[in-house]
């Protein structure tokens, strides 16, 4: 069960936004943008009143399966510099108010989605939840170097479920937008692990920096952005793609396959602060890069019902 030793004493009265905090507010904005991106994409239009209640329910199930990780990682986000401030091992909310309001917030999500959309997309909403909070927090996470890789698949299911809401069915379109974020979010949380250095090693958590090292992070990140590169590169020539697209992921994919190589060319011998420097400069990119590559498929989406757009 989950360990909060280490959390300080609840004197504090907590406040509305310590309870938002638990929501994870930055994931739920990526959450909300490629479900919203997904949806739109599809070939089935929606009513706009049943489009935007069908996000919010996604918005708050990503925010449940936040509330429920920090609940769960009380005890490593107490060690960890990024993470100490968060409102357990601040010491701002109890722990088994953060359990309720993430089982709470789960149950409210899938059902609302259920009703407002369709059984399919509330079933994917809630193995996601599951996916994230059971499979990836209680499990992956602690226990391999694969726990990213693997637990990936939990922020790439956004799409698919946008996809549903609005279709009702499974397509291989949606599909390709979740394996452009399975394939992102590996060298981007090894690009963080990199440069915050320490933070993983005193946590215990089995990060791929602390079990096999720097350099053969570096060389992982190297591989898997290749791996992406072509795949989103070649997103472009299918039914979500188009010349918008085409030049987006030229550009982007460059970028950052150029980020990629300069981290790879780096090793141990160089400067503590030109490694930061050139890690830290990759995951600002990564942020951008993901955001960018899914204006670019909302962005055809937008402009196919006007007869431009695609390669059609």
Same mark, same amino acid.
């Given at each position: 069960?989950?360990?909060?030793?280490?959390?300080?004493?609840?004197?504090?009265?907590?406040?509305?936004?310590?309870?938002?905090?638990?929501?994870?507010?930055?994931?739920?904005?990526? %959450?909300?943008?490629?479900?919203?991106?997904?949806?739109?994409?599809?070939?089935?239009?929606? #009513?706009?009143? %049943?489009?935007?209640?069908?996000?919010?329910?996604?918005?708050?199930?990503?925010?449940?399966?936040?509330?429920?990780?920090?609940?769960?990682?009380?005890?490593?986000?107490?060690?960890?510099?990024?993470?100490? $401030?968060?409102?357990?091992?601040?010491?701002?909310?109890?722990?088994?108010?953060?359990?309720?309001?993430?089982?709470?917030?789960?149950?409210?999500?899938? !059902?609302?989605?259920?009703?407002?959309?369709?059984?399919?997309?509330?079933? !994917?909403?809630?193995?996601?939840?599951?996916?994230?909070?059971?499979?990836?927090?209680?499990?992956?996470?602690?226990?391999?170097?694969? $726990?990213?890789?693997?637990?990936?698949?939990?922020?790439?299911?956004?799409?698919?479920?946008?996809?549903?809401?609005?279709?009702?069915?499974?397509?291989?379109?949606? +599909?390709? !937008?979740?394996?452009?974020?399975?394939? +992102?979010?590996?060298? #981007?949380?090894?690009?963080?692990?990199?440069?915050?250095?320490?933070?993983?090693?005193?946590?215990?958590?089995? !990060?791929?920096?602390?079990?096999?090292?720097?350099?053969?992070?570096?060389?992982?990140?190297?591989?898997?952005?290749?791996?992406?590169?072509?795949?989103?590169?070649?997103?472009?020539?299918?039914?979500?793609?188009?010349?918008?697209?085409?030049?987006?992921?030229?550009?982007?994919?460059?970028?950052?396959?150029?980020?990629?190589?300069?981290?790879?060319?780096?090793?141990?011998?160089?400067?503590?602060?030109?490694?930061?420097? %050139?890690?830290?400069?990759?995951?600002?990119?990564?942020? +951008?890069?993901?955001?960018? #590559?899914?204006?670019?498929?909302?962005?055809?989406?937008?402009?196919?019902?006007?007869?431009?757009?695609?390669?059609?």
């Amino acid at each position: 069960m989950a360990n909060t030793t280490g959390t300080q004493s609840f004197e504090y009265e907590a406040q509305l936004g310590d309870y938002f905090a638990l929501l994870k507010p930055r994931v739920m904005q990526l %959450v909300v943008f490629t479900a919203l991106v997904g949806m739109l994409a599809a070939p089935t239009a929606v #009513h706009p009143v %049943v489009g935007f209640a069908s996000i919010l329910f996604v918005a708050i199930g990503a925010g449940a399966s936040g509330a429920l990780n920090m609940w769960w990682d009380a005890d490593i986000d107490a060690v960890m510099r990024r993470t100490a $401030n968060r409102p357990i091992p601040a010491g701002k909310v109890q722990p088994g108010e953060a359990l309720a309001l993430g089982v709470a917030l789960s149950g409210l999500s899938v !059902m609302m989605l259920a009703l407002s959309a369709n059984l399919l997309a509330a079933g !994917m909403l809630l193995f996601t939840i599951l996916f994230y909070a059971v499979f990836y927090s209680m499990w992956l996470k602690r226990s391999t170097p694969q $726990n990213i890789v693997i637990g990936g698949a939990a922020g790439a299911f956004p799409p698919v479920i946008g996809w549903i809401i609005a279709t009702g069915s499974f397509s291989f379109e949606p +599909w390709l !937008m979740f394996a452009l974020i399975f394939m +992102w979010t590996p060298p #981007h949380f090894w690009a963080l692990a990199l440069f915050m250095r320490g933070d993983y090693d005193d946590a215990g958590v089995p !990060m791929l920096t602390v079990t096999h090292g720097r350099p053969s992070t570096r060389r992982h990140i190297l591989a898997y952005t290749i791996l992406l590169v072509i795949l989103a590169i070649g997103t472009a020539f299918t039914a979500i793609g188009g010349p918008i697209y085409l030049v987006t992921a030229l550009v982007l994919n460059a970028l950052f396959l150029l980020g990629a190589y300069r981290i790879w060319q780096r090793d141990e011998d160089d400067s503590e602060a030109d490694n930061y420097a %050139v890690e830290r400069k990759f995951f600002r990119l990564s942020l +951008w890069y993901l955001f960018l #590559h899914f204006g670019a498929i909302l962005a055809e989406a937008s402009l196919r019902p006007l007869g431009w757009g695609g390669w059609s």
